[in-house]
């Protein structure tokens, strides 16, 4: 997949749902758990009220639409 930048003032949903990548949502904000994504590579900067603390501790997952990587590299397991 070709690699997408995510600016400051935008999500990862809405960079991956512009460039016509299909991932399930539905909220778009950090509630309902819909757009949960493997994290392959990277540590995600969780902003985000449903993932338990356990969840958040193994950063095997986030939520596309409102977390954000912590490093300049995010790799997901679309
Ligand atoms: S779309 Fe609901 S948590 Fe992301």
């Given at each position: 997949m070709t690699p997408h930048v995510v600016p400051p003032d935008r999500s990862v949903l809405q960079v991956l749902t512009e460039a016509g990548v299909e991932v399930d949502f539905s909220c778009?904000?950090?509630?309902?758990?819909?757009?949960?994504t493997d994290v392959l590579e990277a540590t995600p900067d969780h902003r985000d009220p449903p993932l338990r603390e356990d969840e958040r501790a193994a950063?095997?997952?986030?939520?596309?639409?409102v977390a954000r990587s912590c490093g300049p590299r995010l790799v997901l397991g679309l």
């Open positions: 778009r904000e950090g509630t309902c758990g819909t757009c949960e950063g095997d997952t986030m939520l596309i639409c």
